[in-house]
């Protein structure tokens, strides 16, 4: 049983120019190398994100949803990734706005379902044993190129890749010690 709730509903989102705002991150920590493990300090540290289940079909996701009046972007961020994902750590830098078509989110506010999602980077430091999404979602950890192979939407890919990863390249290296 888990004592945090999921928010649910679309009376508090935030909208701007037609688009849904939504706020969403790649959570990521750092797995030691196999060939580090025997002795080779060449390989140094692997890093993996942390993808979900989707409620709506197959494929892999980040967390992400609705950001709401409420709260800030980035605090929006960190609250899907409890929800969704079952986890909680260190809110970075953002990786990259990004825009897109939902096909199961369109409403009054915004009848051709069109998103605009800014992203952060999370570095994890906590797994919840339970979260409020548990029942519908599953998590796993994934090497990069895993992630790219079953990322579900295209978006996200390029969050990976064109964000996350340039991301880690420029600053998030600085995080292994």
């Given at each position: ?5 999921a928010?649910?509903?679309r ?10 705002l ?5 959570p ?11 002795g ?10 942390l993808?979900i ?5 197959p ?7 609705g950001?709401e ?6 605090e929006a ?21 990004y ?6 989110h ?30 519908t979602?599953?998590?796993?950890w ?10 579900r ?10 964000g ?14």
């Open positions: 049983m888990c004592d945090l709730i928010r649910t509903g009376l508090q989102q935030r909208y701007e120019n037609g688009c849904r939504v706020a969403g991150c790649i990521f920590r750092y797995r030691i190398s196999e060939s580090e493990e025997v080779d300090s060449d390989c140094g540290k692997v890093v993996e994100v993808m289940t989707s409620s709506s079909g494929g892999l996701l980040f967390p992400k949803g950001w009046n409420d709260e800030t972007v980035r961020a960190a609250r899907e990734a409890v929800e969704e994902a079952g986890v909680r750590g260190i809110l970075l830098d953002l990786v990259g706005e825009e897109f078509k939902s096909k199961t369109q409403d009054e506010f915004c009848p051709e379902g069109l998103c605009k999602a800014a992203m952060y980077a999370l570095y994890v430091k906590e797994e919840l044993d339970s979260w409020p999404e548990q029942e979602r599953s998590r796993t994934l090497t990069i190129p895993e992630a790219v192979e079953n990322c939407h295209a978006w996200m890919k390029c969050a990976l890749e064109e996350f990863c340039k991301w880690h390249q420029d600053k998030g290296h600085q995080l292994i010690q």
